[in-house]
């Protein structure tokens, strides 16, 4: 038999499945700002500036996360290009402890670029293989490599030679690739996910703002298929409370979701509310009330004492 489950009951079985939650911070992390180009070319020396925001740094440490074919050399911030290929500037704030990168292309010609071809999305499991091809130089062979991972562990594996990708749990990575003759390189965001129907991805954080506020934070990124509705619910005592109206009754928060960065959705005085844990859900649901986002939550605990 069939079984139907409310949307409440839907939210209820993905939190029992959920084994932690981030905790955010209460008071602002410091935030190194890292700036300088990110494409220099062959024979050219090039100083990188970082200040802090949110702290204080008595000095800098520098250093390169990657290579690839001897690129370049870092030194007190100044990168000096050797040969085509990629890097990763990475600066670590010796006081606040806070830390940037950045990516850098090491190119022979400052002129053409790489594009890659292939889904932003793959299913956990399966594997798809991405090609490249290189615009206003001559192409040649190309490494592939993985530039950045939206978790610890690991989400994919993507071979060096073939730009095969193969997800393994669900999150999401910027892939790269090199070519090998020229030094230009590319890059492309793809979301590992559980299933095809999940098209974009969510992502809710919250923490006190400025005011003595509670903010809950929200970005929507990816295909938003039509039909789609927005939920976010608040976990407290026990019992979710659905946004807009703050009700124990199941409503989209928006039913016309768009791609969003950084939206603030909620901010409430924290002297309106009792101290105590909120736990914040966002996840985009279809007109058959079947996932079709990932689940994101953030845990904050805030409020009038």
């Not at 615009?135 to 594996?157: C, D, L, V």
């Not at 590992?192 to 934070?217: D, Y």
């Not at 005592?237 to 124990?248: I, M, N, Q, V, Y």
């Amino acid at each position: 038999m069939k079984r139907k489950y409310s949307m409440k009951k839907c939210f209820l079985m993905i939190l029992a499945n959920l084994f932690w939650v981030s905790a955010v911070c209460a008071a602002e992390q410091p935030l190194l700002i890292l700036e300088g180009p990110d494409v220099v070319q062959v024979g050219t020396a090039t100083t990188y500036s970082v200040s802090t925001q949110g702290g204080t740094d008595s000095s800098y440490e520098w250093w390169l996360g990657y290579t690839s074919n001897n690129a370049a050399t870092m030194e007190n911030g100044v990168l000096t290009a050797n040969n085509p290929g990629v890097v990763g500037i990475r600066v670590y704030g010796k006081d606040t402890g806070a830390r940037a990168e950045l990516h850098v292309n090491v190119v022979s010609d400052t002129n053409g670029s790489v594009v890659i071809t292939g889904p932003d999305k793959v299913v956990i499991g399966t594997t798809e293989t991405f090609s490249a091809s290189t615009t206003g130089a001559s192409g040649g062979n190309y490494a592939w490599f993985i530039s950045y991972s939206s978790s610890s562990s690991q989400i994919a594996t993507l071979k060096v030679d073939t730009g095969a990708l193969t997800g393994i749990s669900e999150g999401t990575v910027v892939i790269g690739v090199v070519d090998l003759a020229s030094g230009l390189s590319g890059s492309m965001t793809v979301d590992i996910v559980t299933t095809e129907k999940q098209a974009a991805k969510v992502n809710i954080t919250a923490g006190l703002g400025e005011g003595f506020t509670l903010q809950a934070t929200l970005s929507i990124r990816g295909e938003i298929p039509e039909g789609a509705s927005l939920y976010i619910a608040i976990k407290y005592d026990g019992a979710f409370h659905f946004l807009p109206s703050g009700t124990t009754t199941m409503t989209p928060f928006r039913t016309d979701p768009q791609e969003t960065d950084l939206e603030t959705v909620y901010s409430v005085p924290i002297s309106g509310i009792p101290f105590k844990e909120y736990i914040f859900y966002a996840a985009l649901l279809n007109s058959e009330r079947q996932f079709v986002s990932n689940l994101s939550s953030s845990v904050v605990s805030a409020g009038s004492k």
